[in-house]
């Protein structure tokens, strides 16, 4: 079954510093990944996507990831964070693609603090 | 372009009572709609999807029940709520595998 596992539950980062946000996957086929901010009280607004091509991903706000098939992951990497960065980030496989569903399947989010 | 409209953004209800929340999208025919539910710690849980005018596909068991009365409305509903039904809702559509999500409503049950 697909699943994605998120291990960082919260991280804290300093304003300027990089970021990193672990995103294993577990998927049959070539995944199609995402990943998705979330500001609190607020839906989803897509980062980035990968579906096929270069392996490293260019995202809105400064951010990018890359896709690993060897170690099943999809990183989020940003090299400056705002404070404006913080909120909770969501990596997710889409499942079902082709076919009628396009399914979602997401990770538990990580928690992003930043601190001044 | 495409929009998605989710309401209420917030509701307080008893335990009990019943439960209805609206999902619009504009702008697309034929989407592919979602409901997903969003608990503390927990992610995000598919809860039910739809391809079509009533056609519901349901991901997990449980006390609630969706239907797609037209293209693009997309209604969850209870006939009584529980507790554990609390938390928050977020209505999707997909296009090319990429979801697009409504602002979400805040469900608690009292």
């Known amino acids: 079954a697909q699943s994605v596992t998120q291990p960082d539950i919260h991280i804290t980062v300093s304003e300027g510093a990089s970021l990193e946000l672990r995103c294993n996957y577990s998927?049959?086929?070539?995944?199609?990944l995402f990943w998705y901010v979330q500001s609190p009280g607020q839906g989803l607004q897509l980062l980035l996507k990968y579906f096929s091509g270069d392996t490293l991903v260019q995202g809105i706000k400064g951010f990018e990831a890359e896709f690993k098939r060897s170690q099943s992951s999809f990183n989020l990497r940003k090299p400056s964070v705002h404070w404006s960065d913080a909120a909770e980030y969501f990596c997710?496989?889409?499942?079902?693609?082709?076919?009628?569903?396009?399914?979602?399947?997401f990770g538990t989010g990580t928690l992003l603090a930043v601190q001044p | 372009s495409q929009t998605i409209h989710q309401w209420p953004a917030t509701l307080v209800q008893p335990v009990g009572s019943p439960l209805s929340l609206e999902c619009t999208v504009e702008g697309t025919s034929n989407p592919n709609l979602y409901w997903y539910r969003q608990a503390a710690g927990r992610g995000l849980q598919l809860l039910f999807y739809s391809v079509g005018i009533g056609q519901i596909s349901s991901e997990v068991p449980q006390n609630l029940s969706a239907s797609r009365p037209q293209d693009r409305q997309f209604i969850l509903s209870s006939k009584k709520l529980l507790l554990s039904d609390s938390g928050f809702y977020l209505c999707?559509?997909?296009?090319?595998?990429?979801?697009?999500f409504g602002q979400g409503t805040r469900l608690t049950v009292v």
């Open positions: 998927y049959g086929a070539t995944p199609y």
């Open positions: 997710a496989v889409g499942a079902g693609y082709g076919g009628a569903t396009n399914k979602l399947i």
């Open positions: 999707a559509w997909s296009v090319n595998g990429e979801g697009f």
